[in-house]
């Protein structure tokens, strides 16, 4: 009897896993019913590909600043579509960044710092994916800088200037010459008439389009430069995606997916379309337009500022602020995934306020499952009347997630689904006397499942165990070098010391090591 009602559950729990397979990750459904918008065609369509291989490259910092929240809505959203595609695939996912490591602004920085600039670029950049991961963003699987990559920029431009779509001058700039292509202007505005990154009125433009390819230096202390067929000089800011794109791509016009931030719209992926479909001799008229989608996404605004975050604006908080004073990663990234990616993020304390009581709300559904699962009656008895109605609870659940997620990655409706089946379940668990232990494992189940595609509770279970670790690393580090540069040992003259920092040498480099390691996972600094 006893092994007929194990068996009732079991077969109740696979049902509802086959049903939502979705959820659990091994989902049997194809790319082409996951519908995206893309913003070339502004309307959805499904995500099809004919090649072996997703390619997908994303718009990545320049590095020149702290990391603030509004960066880190784009990548958790971006992030979070990424978790979708590899859970949902039926092919490879290769997800690459660009890094601006040399740009006008690090030049800058240099020039008031004094510092050099790829010094500069390497220090923010690190800091970057540091504060990516306290995040629970996924380091993407390539990683394209400008300074890696100058060759191969170089080798681009040359193509589209002896292909004639972009041209010299005396002073050694390169500009490409958007007269050349009659497909210029995707996703400008109608009004535009000219580049916001050189000088309207330079005196070696052709057209009041054209925009920088290769850019002789300038006077500024700080600046970078490389020798090329046009003189010594540095990439534009356009071109360097385009280079990035097609080394991903291995030099064909294949790029499936490209992403970034609204902003980046126009010029930037203005102009870098028309790149690369003058360099790939390609066209959305001929049938191929490059890329295949492109996804953009919306702003981070304080609630209080009409403007969007930016560092330029100095209207930031960084992400080093937020961890410390504001919240957590779970909560900041249930805040950007209430909006649609698409859409504008407006971010507060009382919406933090509200992501903290929502996560409450689902780690209380887990814990009474938790509590259920754990009572022996549960294998003695019959499903009893709640278990279908859970079950019938779930299917559902499950079906409406994963509708969701086809739909342009509406991740505000997965949220509301999750939501609902915990207060729903939550509130049911408690009501019925008797549910069957498939049903539980499954209500279980499907909740961690649907966390882990949204990314999150995902980074809480070791960050005490990481924190406690780092402390005691911390401590010991520094008893340790007080020993071996002897700060315990009261009157010793500077000689000795010298002497003994001399012995100790090697046990003070250990110690640095040590300083870098906590200082790349912890938010609290060692110096020395």
Known sequence: MRYRRLLTDRRSCRRIRRLSSSISGHDTRSLQQLHVFDSLTNEKRPLITSHDVITWYSCGPTVY???HIGHASCYIRLDTMRKVLLRYQNKPVVFAMGVTDVDDKIIRKASQTGKPALEISKFYERQFFDNMRLLG???????LRVSDCISHIVKIIDVLVRSGHAYSTSSGNVFFDTSSWPCYGKLAPLETTYQTDSPVNHPEKRNRKDFALWKSPSRESGEVSWDSPWGAGRPGWHIECSAFCD???GGRSSLTLHSGGRD???PHHCNEIAQSEALYRTAAAAGHPWPAFFLHTGHLKL???AEKMSKSLKNFISVEHYLENEGTADELRLSCLRRHYRDTVMYSPEDIALSRNQLALIKKTLASIDARLEQSRSFAQENGNGTETIVNEVVSASNRFDESICDDFDFPKCIDTLLGFCEQVGAQVSQYESV???ALAACRDLIERSCETLGLMQT???SVAQKELLNALKEMRDRVRDFA????IQGLSKTAKRERISQHRALIQQCDSAREIINKHSLTKVTD
């Open 247 to 249: 080394l991903l791509t």
């Open 65 to 67: 600043d702290d990391v």
């Open 436 to 438: 069957g232990l498939g």
């Open 485 to 488: 540069v002897g700060t315990h």
């Open 460 to 462: 809480q279970q070791n």
């Open 303 to 305: 609630r209080e500022s």
């Open 137 to 143: 963003v996924r380091d993407p699987d390539c990683t």
């Open 264 to 266: 980046l719209s126009f």
